[in-house]
T-cell receptor, first 111, second 114 residues
Framework: SQQGEEDPQALSIQEGENATMNCSYK?????LQWYRQNSGRGLVHLIL?????REKHSGRLRVTLDTSKKSSSLLITASRAADTASYFC???????????FGKGTRLSVIA | EAQVTQNPRYLITVTGKKLTVTCSQN?????MSWYRQDPGLGLRQIYY???????DKGDVPEGYKVSRKEKRNFPLILESPSPNQTSLYFC?????????????FGPGTRLTVT
């Protein structure tokens, strides 16, 4: 089954810096979502971007989608220590197909 | 409070001893799903359900069973657990309306099979 692939696998930055994570996928999608997971806990939905959208914002989060390149990026601006978590992209291929998750990017924000 | 609950949160068991992990949501969601998370493999879907009495296999269904007799509950059953089913399990739910596929996750169940 199709799977998003995040890049980099791990990222370490200083508090206040911006963090950028990328997701690539293989086939056409209905929408793409980003989730956050704090260590050992359930995933929390961050943002959903539809295939006909190119950019979306939510607070300090900015997501872009380039369907021609089959890729998405998640930008977290002015990062905080509390942003330390794993971030996953998930794709939906058509109306009734379940989400397929990537393996995640582990972000560490150092105070 | 809108939530997905799972029980138990931690479970250590022995090979072959049947177990059930319960999942319940209070958001009237049609869609429910089970995932397992293993280091280096990300989240992999085990089973999902689009509505009551409708279940489908995900990517890794072998060794698992599910049922959906009520809309709010979606238990995961391991009839004969084996050590390779040691993992962190998540239940999730979502509606099938305008926010289809925005999933709400439970807190996870850490299962160890010895």
């Amino acid at each position: 089954s199709q799977q998003g692939e995040e890049d980099p696998q791990a990222l370490s930055i200083q508090e206040g810096e911006n963090a950028t994570m990328n997701c690539s996928y293989k086939t056409s999608i209905n929408n793409l979502q980003w989730y956050r997971q704090n260590s050992g806990r359930g995933l929390v939905h961050l943002i959903l971007i539809r295939s006909n959208e190119r950019e979306k914002h939510s607070g300090r989060l900015r997501v872009t989608l380039d369907t021609s390149k089959k890729s998405s990026s998640l930008l977290i601006t002015a990062s905080r220590a509390a942003d330390t978590a794993s971030y996953f992209c998930a794709t939906v291929s058509s109306g009734n197909t379940p989400l397929v998750f990537g393996k995640g990017t582990r972000l560490s924000v150092i105070a | 409070e809108a939530q997905v609950t799972q029980n138990p949160r931690y479970l250590i068991t022995v090979t072959g001893k049947k177990l059930t992990v319960t999942c319940s949501q209070n958001m009237n969601h049609e869609y429910m799903s089970w995932y397992r998370q293993d280091p280096g493999l990300g989240l992999r879907q085990i089973y999902y359900s689009m509505n009551v009495e409708v279940t489908d296999k995900g990517d890794v269904p072998e060794g698992y069973k599910v049922s959906r007799k009520e809309k709010r509950n979606f238990p995961l059953i391991l009839e004969s657990p084996s050590p390779n089913q040691t993992s962190l399990y998540f239940c999730a739910s979502s509606q099938l309306g305008t926010e289809r596929w925005k999933q709400y996750f439970g807190p996870g169940t850490r299962l160890t099979v010895t």
